[in-house]
């Protein structure tokens, strides 16, 4: 099937080629004639692996062609971010970046091997992630200000989860943390799947992470949610009270989770990539899924190619004055 697929789109080049169409041209009106690879860069099972298995499953449909997720993990997500963006700009090797490795890597790491804006053409906003404060099920603190009160007190005793310096974990509880005055010991693994496990496991103590991995964990009952740090409470966690209402209403934070392309990647391909997102983001059974595990669906205006170059860039100048350098 793939093979007489591929003679199709070629005698279709070829014929593009006689009527004299630039070859890249054509080659972006057949795209796409073979399996696409998205690459993840955290471990499967969290919260970038999941929203790109939900939307790629549609995608791929529109598209006509097989998308590969491949997890490629470490350093908080820059090594696949890295691998991305210098791998050939012909739509066929895709990244979900986010919040993390898109826009607060960069104050983080001054010897980033690439830029979010100048390395990468932004495809399409996936979905936003509302952060929730959470803990091991028999963490001792009943409630948010009884967990603020502890964490202080204990501070050289507690740990906290993330997926990596850079990563959304990560950021989100440096920013919590330094709200709080504190400064645990980080235990960083590679995506918060696996975090997520150990703090089911009890090995860990707390962990700020991205609704989507939380929610089947928390109505399972083997976690603890304190608080979800948005102004508005989650439809679908709504006995989980928002930061201000449970008494921190200075930490609000929620993440995002986008597709990038390696830069000069053929507008035509961008677009036809766009246009399956869109239309992933349109499906009922994709809305269902993203919104059962609590994600905010983009609005149309936040959907085009140029909606997210502008939250990348707005992203980068709120993380920059906030977030030190690591020694990279
Ligand atoms: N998005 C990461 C993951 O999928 C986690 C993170 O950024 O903290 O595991």
Same mark, same amino acid.
């Given at each position: ?120 053409? $932004? ?17 001792? $603190? ?155 669906? $983009? ?30």
């Amino acid at each position: 099937m793939k093979r007489y697929g591929r003679s199709v789109a070629g005698g279709f080049l070829a014929a593009l080629a006689v009527l004299g169409l630039p070859s890249s041209q054509a080659q972006a009106q057949a795209y796409p004639t073979r399996s696409i690879t998205m690459i993840v860069p955290f471990a499967a099972g969290g919260p970038t692996d999941v929203i790109s298995r939900i939307v790629t499953g549609h995608m791929a449909q529109t598209l006509g062609q097989t998308i590969i997720i491949e997890n490629v993990v470490g350093a908080g997500g820059t090594t696949a971010t890295t691998r991305a963006s210098r791998a050939a700009n012909d739509g066929y090797t895709l990244i979900t970046g986010h919040m993390g490795t898109h826009a607060a890597s960069v104050p983080l790491y001054p010897n980033l091997a690439y830029h979010p804006e100048k390395n990468f053409e $932004p495809v399409a906003l996936l979905a936003g992630t509302p952060i929730l404060i959470l803990a091991r099920k028999d963490f001792p $603190p009943k409630d948010l200000k009884e967990f603020v009160a502890y964490v202080k007190t204990n501070e050289a005793k507690v740990n906290a989860a993330h997926a990596g310096v850079g990563s959304v974990s990560n950021v989100s509880c440096e920013l919590l943390n330094s709200i709080l005055g504190i400064k645990p010991t980080g235990v960083p693994f590679n995506g918060t799947g696996p975090a997520m496990n150990a703090l089911v496991g009890g090995q860990v103590d707390y962990m700020c992470d991205q609704i989507v991995n939380a929610v089947p964990q928390i109505n399972g009952g083997t976690i603890k949610a304190y608080a979800i740090a948005t102004p508005q409470r989650n439809p679908s966690l709504p006995n989980v009270p928002t930061t201000a209402e449970a008494g921190l209403p200075a930490f609000q934070a929620q993440a995002w989770n986008a597709i990038f392309a390696p830069k000069g990647t053929p507008p035509a391909v961008v677009a036809r990539l766009n246009e399956a997102v869109v239309k992933a983001l349109d499906d009922e059974g994709v809305r269902k899924r993203l919104l059962d595990l609590g994600s905010v669906i $983009p609005a149309a205006a936040e959907r085009t190619p140029a909606a997210l170059g502008a939250l990348v860039n707005k992203e980068i100048a709120k993380w920059t004055p906030v977030l030190k350098p690591v020694q990279n």
